[in-house]
């Protein structure tokens, strides 16, 4: 892999497959890309591929399905994340979330936590193709849903490019034809699921060289993206980008994604324009018995980098907590932002 793979690879041709665009999708993220972000983040882009969080299969058979397949229209196009290694198990999931209107059903191979590895579920399946095989097998059996899989470039005692080669494919054999790969390795003893995603360092060269190897294959390249030009300059290479953490803290980043990323030039709303659209929907959270700060957590970076944003950031988490009339801070906050803005900022504007 010795040379740059920039010089050696022209842009790979977009693939025509059926189900979502892949250009940009919006990470799984346990406890933050739930179907209040969801919701928000469609405000800003109505192209962006959003993924939910981590579901197991044994939550989705055993528990709540209305609450872990539940998600508002407005969320699709949307992808369901399933963590698991059962093929049985992952089949009925799979039926499930065609029944329910998912886009996409993706297969967790890339979670490092000790819980989900004494379950044999997330980055500790990289040591098993056979069976991520297997379930991908199943899940194509029982859905006609497009079925992908999400993993790391490696784990500790396995981190060669020639494993990886050989794990996307055993699991390309079974019937998968799109790769999120995560372009780091994940180190399964000794580091928390965070340091996981910071510590082992991005080898994004590694995700380049799958797929001039995999030319036939969808390769989305998933980790430490933050700006724009760079997630273009990844597209000449592979055919989408995956964001988490930017997407999260930095929202409106999102702004510029319809256009830039997916050519649409429909206008996209501004940041105010985003936050009275919450306002309904956060009456209706609130008349369904939830709280408030369910939805305004997952808000605090809208304004990031522009004046205000402190205020703002504070205003929704802490004030929120000591008034007994939430909705009246949100309109108090509206008018406020609206008067440190004007005139109103501009959707495609940089903070
Ligand atoms: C709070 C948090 C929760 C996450 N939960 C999941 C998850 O449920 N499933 C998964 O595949 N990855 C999960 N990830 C990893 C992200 O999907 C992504 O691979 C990682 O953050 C690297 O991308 P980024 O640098 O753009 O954030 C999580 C990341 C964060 C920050």
Not at 191 to 197: A, I
Not at 265 to 275: G, I
Not at 285 to 311: D, I
């Amino acid at each position: 892999m010795g040379t740059p793979m920039q010089a050696r690879h022209p842009a790979p041709p977009m693939i025509k497959r059926p189900g979502p665009s892949r250009r940009f999708c919006v990470a799984p993220m346990m406890d933050w890309s739930d179907r209040n972000f969801r919701y928000f983040a469609r405000l800003i882009s109505r192209h962006a591929l959003l993924y939910t969080e981590m579901v197991t299969t044994g939550a989705v058979i055993h528990g709540d399905r209305k609450r872990f397949l539940g998600y508002n229209a407005e969320e699709q196009p949307l992808a369901l994340q399933l963590g698991g290694s059962n093929a049985k198990e992952l089949a009925t999931c799979a039926a499930l979330a065609e029944e329910a209107g998912f886009a996409e059903v993706n297969l967790n191979v890339g979670c490092p936590s000790d819980r989900v590895q004494n379950n044999l579920i997330g980055a500790c399946l990289m040591a098993h193709p056979e069976l991520v095989a297997e379930g991908v097998r199943a899940m194509m059996g029982s859905s006609g849903l497009p079925i992908t899989v999400k993993h790391r470039i490696g784990i500790n005692g396995r981190d060669s490019y020639e494993e990886l080669r050989d794990f996307v494919g055993v699991v390309h054999e079974a019937g998968c034809d799109t790769f999120i790969v995560h372009a780091r390795i994940a180190i399964l003893e000794g580091l928390s699921p965070k340091e996981n995603r910071d510590v082992p360092p991005l080898r994004y060269s590694v995700v380049h060289q799958l797929k001039a190897d995999f030319p036939q294959l969808e390769i989305i390249i998933n980790g430490g993206l933050t700006a724009l030009d760079c997630m273009s300059e990844q597209l000449r290479q592979v055919d989408g980008v995956m964001v988490g953490r930017e997407a999260y803290h930095n929202p409106y980043m999102m702004a510029d994604v319809d256009k830039k990323i997916f050519g649409n030039e429909s206008p996209v709303p501004s940041r105010l324009d985003v936050l009275e659209a919450m306002r309904p929907y956060i009456v209706r959270h609130l008349a369904q018995g939830g709280a408030m700060n369910h939805v305004t957590r997952h808000m605090l970076g809208l304004f990031q980098g522009l004046p205000g944003a402190r205020h703002f950031r504070r205003q929704l988490s802490s004030a929120l907590h000591q008034t007994d009339q939430p909705l009246a801070l949100y309109d108090t906050l509206i008018d406020e932002m609206s008067h440190r803005l004007q005139p109103r900022d501009c959707p495609v504007e940089q903070a």
